[in-house]
């Protein structure tokens, strides 16, 4: 992943910045300088930006990005058209593509690492593919490279109404998991059953029941957990897991400090991780990229992995699209649109 340190002379374009007069609280639509060309790299026309809990935190000041990358221009994820060719990496100018950058992809042009972008599919449209990239890709490397699931597995996902836990519970469904899930609202769990994307326990009031609602449907516990509140989310589940369970940890919107009952580690010898995407290395990014070409692409359909739309804004519209995120009303991703449907 690259960002956009050099600019076209004199060119500008569209995109969101976080307001100079209010720093860390605002965003707003602004122009700013048009990334140039470079052998390298591939620009790519932005159709439509996902965003995602990391871009709240941006703005809000608590997640600066990685160095290289736009302090000021938040955006993870993005899906459009490329404006450059890149024979080595397969992409030619004019293919519909997705990927995810550090930051800046809230814009009407992108540049990034051919290497890490994925083609997308003609019968998605460009507001599903740029809420694509950054939850399935997560899904994807947290489920089908750092703890794979297979077949017959049994697959606990806090937060599961998120774009990245719903991606996660259509990913595991697909590869024949049994997928659980938690929320705090019941009309959220209402919604991820009638989806067909497994059972889900209101924690409305904390986790109490949760081992009791996990056994009930897996005697032997949950063999995966992705967690995506962590804090003391940590702790009150491990009792759930099955006997060499494992324990993915991919966000600390409960809290940062996790705590691990020793007995339950070792007595049941548990693994746990802990991954982000965002700061990992252009060829790491590749390597997911190239990972999920062959293991996840194939599972891209309506009818298995898809993107979950909650709600789609213009991009003069970014502070309204931010508000409803924040809200924690959505199910699924909200979307910039920055092109023609």
Request: charged letters at 20%; glycine letters at 10%.
């Amino acid at each position: 992943m690259e960002t956009d340190a050099q600019s076209a002379p004199g060119e500008r374009m569209r995109a969101v910045v976080i307001a100079a007069d209010a720093p860390g609280t605002v965003v707003v639509r602004d122009d700013v300088p048009t990334p140039a060309a470079e052998p390298s790299l591939v620009r790519v026309r932005v159709h439509a930006a996902g965003l995602n809990r990391a871009d709240l935190l941006q703005v809000a000041g608590r997640y600066p990005p990685p160095p290289g990358a736009p302090p000021d221009r938040p955006g993870l994820e993005f899906a459009g058209i490329a404006l450059d060719d890149a024979p080595q990496a397969g992409l030619e100018r004019g293919m519909r593509v997705c990927g995810l950058v550090p930051g800046g992809a809230q814009s009407d042009v992108v540049r990034a690492d051919p290497r890490t972008l994925l083609p997308v599919s003609g019968a998605m449209s460009w507001d599903e593919a740029g809420a694509f990239p950054e939850a399935a890709l997560t899904a994807f490397d947290a489920l089908g490279r750092r703890a794979p699931i297979a077949a017959g597995d049994t697959v606990l996902i806090h937060a599961i109404a998120s774009g990245v836990g719903l991606a996660a519970a259509q990913y595991a469904r697909a590869l024949g998991a049994r997928v659980l899930g938690t929320t705090r609202t019941a009309a959220k769990a209402e919604q991820v059953s009638a989806m067909g994307l497994g059972e889900v326990h209101v924690t409305r009031d904390g986790l109490g029941g949760l081992e009791a609602f996990v056994r009930d449907r897996s005697a032997d516990g949950a063999t995966h957990v992705l967690d995506l509140v962590g804090g003391a989310y940590v702790a009150a589940t491990l009792p759930s897991l099955a006997l060499r369970g494992h324990y993915v940890v991919l966000a600390t919107l409960g809290g940062a400090d996790v705590s691990v009952p020793g007995r339950f580690l070792l007595a049941r010898r548990l693994t746990l991780h802990g991954s982000v995407l965002r700061s990992r290395s252009v060829d790491e990014h590749a390597e997911l990229a190239s990972d999920a070409r062959a293991r996840l692409l194939p599972h891209v359909r309506p009818d298995a992995v898809w993107p979950v739309l909650d709600a789609t804004f213009p991009l003069d519209a970014a502070p309204a699209a931010y508000a409803r995120l924040a809200s924690d009303a959505t199910l699924g991703k909200v979307v910039l649109r920055l092109g023609e449907e």
